[in-house]
């Protein structure tokens, strides 16, 4: 579904991104793990099309989208939700679910799909008409999961989602991501808590100062504590 080849990305004239390489195939959880800094974000904003200067290739459902805008990206399948979740203040949850059929074809039929979602999200359910911001973190996480999830993407890409989260909501979450991939749904998954990553993951790629330095089984990572002291600790 989504393959990166030879990607290379600069903030200024500072070379961030190095010749990464990755494949997620359909149905998948593939997650990038790595020390802070080593260019999991940086690439997931590569992928989507958030960064000016890059160059490689980025290839979606066999079409090549490197050089497209974010919304062009988002329009073919391809969502993304940031790690600063970016709730719309002002907003209840339910307007801001309606931002996330904007670009979608299903907008016509929103009541249906914001039923599904709530369905989906029980903790949403309740709070369809209240401000979103006032939630708690862990709920405005899921509202940001929730929105991009609306628009039915093909993959999604979820950035950190359990920073700054209560355990309980944590749990709650990752179950949640059980659940996507028991139906289909790809994911590409940036997470600090490395060990509760690799519990859902098929694969995953192992990143160090903007280079991909090991690619294995989640299960293989999950056995090489090596690996995982060297590259994976804060």
Known sequence: MLRVENLN?????????????????????VCLIGRNG???????????GLLDKTSGSVTFKGKEVLGQP???????????VPEERRIVQGL??????????????????EVRR?????????????????????M??????M???AR??????????LDEPSEGIMPVLVDEMFELFRRMKSEGTTVLLVEQNVELALDIADRAYVLDQGSVVHHATAAALLANDEIKERYCSV
């Open 148 to 157: 991009a999830m609306i628009a039915k993407p093909d993959l999604i890409m």
């Open 114 to 134: 914001i039923a599904q979602i709530a369905e989906i999200f029980p903790r949403l359910a309740e709070r369809l008409d209240q401000e979103a911001v006032t």
């Open 70 to 80: 974010a919304h062009v990206r988002f329009a073919l399948g391809l969502a993304y």
């Open 38 to 48: 080593a260019g999991k974000t940086t690439t997931l904003k590569s992928i989507i």
């Open 92 to 109: 209840t949850v339910r307007e801001n679910l309606r931002l996330g059929l904007v670009a979608s074809p299903d907008k016509k039929d």
């Open 136 to 141: 708690s973190g862990g709920e405005q996480q």
């Open 9 to 29: 990305s600069w903030y200024g004239a500072s070379h961030v991104l190095q010749d990464i390489g990755l494949e997620v195939n359909k149905g998948e959880i």
């Open 143 to 145: 509202l940001a999961i």
